[in-house]
């Protein structure tokens, strides 16, 4: 009776072990594999869409509400921060969870969809770089600011912490192509620190981290460390060449 009590229980523990292995792999490798081929399409659809019709063409959408959830990546910006400039350099509001416009990171070999917001489930979980709500848009006064996942999900910015000054990061719209240059860098800061996607971005937890007057700058955020969402790692570029697409 003693065996067989402990065979059953060497069954449970062997199938509650291939159980656990299953989800991990479907998280760290299936949820990746996917959310990046989606990603990948998007870019490709923005691209025929960008080469089929004029920015004439282009209906100006409604603005939806915000939904951030503060995760994948993202920090929970006080209101009073995202003011992120008037001049519009890309003049059409995009639709709430709308792609809209291309990253690319020459030095991470990354190619991503930038969509409006930062929800999980209709943006970062896409494999998507999500634009904060509020803050400028792609080429314009203030501060363009964006979350990515770094684990899961397609992990666009999984290796954003390799990069250095003077790295490019390029977003490119229906309009134009920005080309923003790498300037400084925070590995860590709390995933409350608005201040960090603010016009004139600046870290309210290290304030040492940041600038003190107005620019065109570039906002990435995204969990660190590894495998968790305690923190945020933050790198901030400016604005160095603009051009027609």
């Known amino acids: 009776m003693l065996a067989r009590g402990l065979w059953v229980a060497a069954e449970a523990a062997v199938t509650l072990g291939v159980v656990v ?34 920015p004439a063409e282009e209906q100006n959408p409604a603005t939806a509400a915000d939904g951030r959830d503060g995760g994948g990546g993202a920090v929970v910006p006080d209101s009073s921060e995202t003011d992120g400039g008037t001049a519009s350099a890309h003049r059409r509001t995009p639709r709430w969870e709308q792609a809209y416009a291309i ?54 910015f999984r290796y954003l912490n390799r990069l250095r000054a003077g790295d490019a990061v390029e977003v490119e719209t229906r309009d134009a192509v920005f080309t923003y240059r790498v300037d400084q860098r925070l590995p860590q800061t709390s995933a409350g620190d608005g201040g960090v996607i603010a016009a004139v971005p600046r870290s309210g937890v290290k304030p040492a981290y940041g600038y003190g007057e107005p620019g065109h700058y570039l906002t990435m955020t995204t969990c660190t ?9 933050v790198v901030w570029g400016r604005l160095a060449s603009a051009r027609p697409r």
């Open 21 to 54: 292995l299953l989800l991990v792999v479907h998280q760290l490798w299936w949820t990746n594999r996917q959310a990046a081929e989606g990603a990948l399409r998007q870019v490709r659809v923005l691209e025929r869409e960008w080469e089929g019709s004029s």
């Open 103 to 156: 990253l690319r990171i020459p030095r991470l070999g990354l190619v991503a969809p930038v969509a409006e917001g930062t929800a999980k489930r209709g943006v970062l979980d896409k494999g998507y770089v999500g634009h904060y709500a509020g803050t400028a848009q792609p080429g314009q006064p203030g501060n363009f600011a964006v979350a990515g996942h770094r684990n899961t999900h397609g992990e666009p």
């Open 225 to 233: 460390p590894e495998y968790t969402s305690r923190y945020r790692l």
